[in-house]
Structures are given as C-alpha cells and as structure tokens.
C-alpha cells in the first residue's frame, strides 16, 4: 500500500501519475542526495505542449538534464525512476556518471540494465541498478499497461504490452479491467491524488 512506499518511491509515482495526466507515458524520476534529500524530479513529458522533443522526453533524461553539477557531485547522488531504463536513458545515466540506480519495474520491452552486466564498457564504469518489484512494479505496468492499451485501440500492434505481460500478467489484466471502464481517465480528470490511485491498484 501507499503507506508502506518510502518518500524516495512516492516522490518517483506522484510524477508518474502527473505524467499520465498530461497523456503523457507514465513514468516518474527523482535524484536524491547521498541522504536521501530531494534534489530534484521530474516524469516523461512527451505530450505536454510545450515540449519541443516529445520522443526523447523522458523522465530520466529530463531530471538529469536539470541536475546542476556545479552544486551536486553526480556520482554521489541516488536516481530512482518508475520504469527501467531505456537506451537513451542508460546512455545519460552512464555519460553524467551516475552510479546508482534504483528502478520499480522491468522494462521487458526496451529496458537496458542487462548492459550493465554484457557490455564492457558498462562493466567498466561499475553502475549499481537496484531492481525494486514489489508494489511499486504492479502499479508502474498497470497505469502504462492502461497507456499502451489506448495505442492499442489507435491501431498499435500490441508488441510493449505482450512483453510487460510476460513480465506481470496481473498488472495487465489489472489495466484492461480499468481501461473498460476508463477509470484511470475519469479519477485523472477528478484530481485524483496518486497515493489513492495507488491503492485501489492494489486493492485489485
Ligand atoms: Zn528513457
């Protein structure tokens, strides 16, 4: 539940949420300090109107293009992100030496972590990834689940939600349970805050 979620993992869903507000891909990012302080967050903004770049919008990506290094050390600092990250992603990651990164969900569709442990170039720079599970993971698949399910409808092939289902079959059923009735729409449009949205996930 909501109440069992350290604030490093609440700050990363709140984001979330508000990206899938915006119609965005719903994924949240925070850097946090050696303590556990804030830094900063951000989520995916690939439809906000004001993007200039939707595609490369991301939310890893845009948290660490804001991270100001003349004041923070990026190799002491925590990335936590809702998704697993995807090739641009761990590019930034690896490039802004960041050492440690904490993720809720398995990207089984376009996640990179396996990098760390192939490539040797990523051995090299000896990145931590901390695979999180858990809550944290059903809630993540299920409102991108619900994100991939109205591509579906526009004609997608279906591809990213048949792989995030062999990943967490009940974070899909979950989604297409919510997307009949297009509850995660109407408790957006009503405000919804995230922790409540969070817990009827996982009271499902
Ligand atoms: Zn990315």
């Given at each position: ?5 350290s604030?490093?993992?609440q700050?990363?869903?709140?984001e979330a ?10 994924i ?13 967050s951000d989520?995916?903004r690939?439809?906000e109107a ?7 919008s991301h939310a ?7 991270m100001?290094?003349n004041?923070t ?5 925590v990335l936590?992100?809702s998704m ?11 490039m802004?030496?960041?050492k440690?990164?904490h993720?809720?969900?398995?990207d089984?569709?376009?996640?990179m972590v396996?990098l760390?442990k192939q490539?040797p170039y990523?051995?090299g720079?000896k990145?931590t ?5 858990g809550?944290?993971e059903?809630f993540?698949?299920?409102i ?6 109205r591509h579906?409808?526009?004609g997608?092939s279906g591809?990213v939600i048949s792989?995030?289902y ?5 974070a899909v059923?979950?989604?297409?349970k919510?997307?009949?009735?297009k509850?995660l729409?109407t408790l957006s449009q009503n ?7 969070f ?5 499902m």
């Amino acid at each position: 539940m909501w109440s069992d979620l350290s604030s490093q993992w609440q700050t990363v869903f709140e984001e979330a949420w508000k990206a899938f507000g915006f119609g965005s891909t719903p994924i949240g990012a925070a850097i946090f300090d050696k303590d556990g302080k804030l830094i900063l967050s951000d989520r995916n903004r690939s439809r906000e109107a004001d993007t200039v770049n939707r595609e490369i919008s991301h939310a890893e990506a845009n948290a660490l293009r804001r991270m100001d290094t003349n004041k923070t050390d990026s190799r002491s600092v925590v990335l936590y992100t809702s998704m697993e990250p995807c090739p641009m992603c761990m590019g930034m990651i690896l490039m802004g030496h960041i050492k440690t990164v904490h993720y809720a969900a398995l990207d089984a569709y376009c996640g990179m972590v396996h990098l760390t442990k192939q490539d040797p170039y990523y051995i090299g720079k000896k990145l931590t990834c901390i695979h999180e599970g858990g809550e944290g993971e059903l809630f993540q698949l299920t409102i991108q689940s619900y994100y991939e399910l109205r591509h579906l409808e526009r004609g997608a092939s279906g591809k990213v939600i048949s792989r995030f289902y062999e990943t967490n079959s009940k974070a899909v059923e979950n989604a297409k349970k919510l997307y009949a009735g297009k509850i995660l729409d109407t408790l957006s449009q009503n405000s919804t805050p995230c922790d409540e949205v969070f817990d009827i996930i996982m009271k499902m």
